[in-house]
């Protein structure tokens, strides 16, 4: 199984036979990066120090979940249609 990162608006997305395209959401933080896919069932999360590092774990994260979970992690995702980021303001005691 191959993971491709998507630049389409669909979430997962079939290429191929072997290949699926999985949005990602790569957050940058104080503390580096924060990567996580969009329409999996499950829950997969990474982390690196760069961009770069953090596409790499979460795509080796995401391709661990599927050989360990199966092909179903894909098929019964609900996908993203919109993904939005949002504020809001919470008491504090």
């Known amino acids: 199984m ?9 979430g997962v997305d079939e290429v191929s036979e072997c290949v699926k395209r999985i949005r990602l ?5 104080e503390d580096g990066y924060v990567a ?4 999996l069932k499950g ?5 690196g120090d760069t961009y770069e590092e953090a596409l790499r774990e979460v795509r080796s994260a995401v391709r661990f979940h599927i050989e360990t979970f199966g092909r179903e992690v ?3 995702a609900t996908e993203a249609e919109e993904v939005f ?6 008491p504090v005691a």
């Open 2 to 10: 191959v993971v491709a990162v998507s630049g389409g608006s669909k």
């Open 25 to 29: 959401v790569i957050e940058r933080t």
């Open 36 to 39: 996580y896919p969009l329409g």
């Open 43 to 47: 829950v997969v999360v990474a982390q």
């Open 74 to 76: 894909l098929e019964e």
């Open 85 to 90: 980021i949002a504020e809001t303001e919470v």
